[in-house]
């Protein structure tokens, strides 16, 4: 398996335009989980889903973050409109049921300005 | 509520040095207790994995320990190489978190060659 796929792997954008990050997670993982790390606050688990279903999203900052999974294989974060406060390294991971562990993606760099 | 740290936040030390990198968390109620690696400008990877029962794991040159009584884990680097030269954080699984990780700030490792 290729492991955890994103991208883009770097997006630069101006703030107020719309940024769609997409994750293809591990074949065969029931769970699917977005982080969002920066210097000032490390890591930080914005929402994470199980069978395809957003079990958890009270880490996502604002309204203008939503995340979805129409499918086992591919979701989509979505930020609109975009801020600047919003540049981080944007981390996708999925895990087995009953596993515990979590694979990560390498990320997608995200720059507003 | 659980907190976890890591100490030092940075790290510098000649190849082939034996080393200890800690992590400690404040709630003993844990499921697991998770070791990964960052490298610059990539994905986290999972380098070991305690479950709440077990007292250490070992992969290779690495050893890592768990007390649970006393909130605290450590890895183990033995004849460290600058290839080891990364981020290393620690995240534990609180015991009611529903696959949320509580993540420490990281180590950062330098091995001087």
């Known amino acids: 398996d290729a492991g955890v796929i994103q991208s883009p792997r770097h997006e630069v954008t101006e703030m107020g335009q719309e940024v769609t990050l997409r994750c293809k997670p591990i074949s065969g993982h029931d769970y699917l989980f977005w982080y969002r790390q920066t210097m000032m606050r490390g890591l930080e688990l914005l929402i994470y889903?199980?069978?395809?279903?957003?079990?958890?999203d009270s880490g996502m900052p604002e309204d203008r973050f939503s995340a979805k999974m129409p499918n086992a294989s591919f979701s989509t974060l979505k930020i609109q409109p975009s801020e600047p406060r919003d540049s981080a390294v944007y981390f996708c991971?999925?895990?087995?049921?009953?596993?515990?562990?979590?694979?990560f993606g390498p990320g997608t760099r995200l720059t507003v300005l | 509520k659980q907190e976890v740290t890591q100490i030092p936040a940075a790290l510098s030390v000649p190849e082939g040095e034996n080393l200890v990198l800690n992590c400690s968390f404040t709630d003993s109620a844990i499921y697991n207790l998770q070791w990964f690696r960052q490298d610059p400008g990539k994905g986290l990877t999972s380098l070991l994995l305690?479950?709440?029962s077990q007292r250490e794991q070992t992969s290779g040159r690495l050893n890592a320990s768990l007390d649970k009584s006393s909130g605290r884990s450590t890895l183990y680097i033995a004849a460290s190489q600058p290839g080891d030269s990364a981020t290393y954080l620690c995240a534990v699984r609180p015991r009611d978190s529903n696959y949320q990780l509580i993540w420490g700030a990281g180590t950062k490792l330098i091995i001087k060659p």
């Open positions: 305690i479950q709440s």
């Open positions: 889903f199980n069978n395809n279903v957003p079990i958890d």
């Open positions: 991971a999925s895990s087995e049921q009953g596993s515990n562990e979590q694979f």
